[in-house]
């Protein structure tokens, strides 16, 4: 008996592992890319496909984009990065799939990570779906005219001192 239930066992665990679809589940999320390199401000764009594996339409599920800092001590807000992280997607065939396109705008300089997770709708408690992770690599930029502010930095001494001498002739043209 003991001999039968380790077989079983066995057996189990032999099957799980041939059958990776059913242990990953009907649906895959793949991206075009995994490294992006980009300055910071720049806009860039991925595309992330769902693919439906199961036997049957894959309805009420919602794609969202997860913005993350791959080194600790930068602070990440997801919605400086994207303003439509949440997509509600049409119901996707059987063996079909469908692919979004996700914007995103450098906002920290540093590693930052992407990801697409796909949940159902219902909120029922399941492990979501999840993508392999983009690694966006954003330099830092360094500029001397930050925001357009050196003409103004400039400009003004330059017009007060004009505005002085102006005055200053003025009133040495009335003394004579």
Known sequence: ?????????????????????????????????????????????????????????????IAHLNVLSLRGGVYVDPEDWSSHRTRYLRPIPAGGSTTITWRIKAVNAGSIGVYVAVLPASGAPVTPTTGPTLRISIADRKSLNSGGV???????????????????????RRVR
């Open 1 to 61: 008996m003991i001999v039968t239930g380790r077989f079983a066992i066995a057996a189990v665990i032999a099957l799980l592992a041939a059958t990776p679809a059913a242990a990953a589940g009907p649906l895959s999320v793949s991206v075009d890319r995994t490294q992006v390199t980009t300055r910071l401000g720049h806009t860039f764009a991925f595309h992330s496909t769902i693919a439906n594996h199961g036997t049957s339409p894959a309805a009420g599920l």
């Open 150 to 172: 050196v003409p103004l930095a400039l400009g003004m001494p330059a017009l007060l001192v004009a505005l002085l001498l102006a005055v200053r002739i003025a009133r040495l």
